[in-house]
DNA sequence: GCGCTACTTGTCGATAACGTCAAGTTAGTA
DNA sequence: TACTAACTTGACGTTATCGACAAGTAGCGC
């Protein structure tokens, strides 16, 4: 199980190093703090090495790119540019109800300003 | 090192399960093929485990958040798989003076729903 | 008190990821 | 050819996480 997402990580890995930030095994592996072999390992898509929770941590933040992106959950590596917005964050906390109103209320204020939908 | 994001794991993991979704470890245990004791050893603030490349997935998927997250690498919960909720797509169209009015209203629904801070 | 649910804490052996190292390959350049 | 850089592959012992299990605590209704 989870065979697939393995071998999603190591591509993604690999082309976020070279196509999105230019860099060697070895210049990523100074700026992990991990051993440019590891790297390699990681990014074998037949190997059998899985990051632990600190590598990965230290993988996606020298990168740059969200843990989703590099695990397959997101298929974008930047997050949300609103992502820390308090708007967005308060409406998580929100009941369904309330939540359904204020996307009904959204809705009305759009519409008010581009008559015609 | 990295001692700290394990804490704000803990927190965060257990936040989303009771908070978030309202599940009990059991439940989440269920969704997530792992055993409820493992669950409780990750939410212990003071504990070691960490979750491996695969239980960090099904904790992120079953609990609908993301890895960012739980790593404590972003401050919001919501990602990506969002972004195509008709809420976040309308509230980015609509002007400053009604994307302020929606946030205040936002934020009296919240205080609504948890009497005192 | 009893029973029940939710959760905690610790231990066990097995498995998996770790860093390190050695020995390779491959491509480019002199 | 020789040399270098970038990377691969496999093996080693160490350490961490794994699932499973036992025994515990805390709260709540009866």
Redesign the pocket.
């Known amino acids: 199980m989870e065979e697939s997402s ?1 071998k999603v990580f190591a591509e993604r890995l ?1 082309d976020s ?2 196509r999105l930030r230019g ?6 592996a100074e700026k992990t ?12 898509p ?11 941590r230290r993988l996606a933040n020298a990168l740059e790119v969200t843990t989703d992106y590099l695990l397959g959950r997101s298929d974008d590596h930047v997050g949300m540019p609103v992502a820390n917005d308090a708007l967005y964050r308060d409406v998580q906390n929100l009941t369904d109800a309330d939540k359904e109103f204020a996307q009904l209320m959204i809705k009305k204020m759009l519409e008010k300003n581009q008559p015609k939908g």
Chains 1, 2 share one sequence.
Do not use: C, M, V, Y
């Open positions: 393995r690999r190093r070279e860099l060697t095994q070895a210049q990523l703090g991990l051993p440019s072999t590891s790297i390699s390992h990681f990014e074998n037949e190997g059998t090495r899985k990051p632990s929770f600190d590598n990965l």
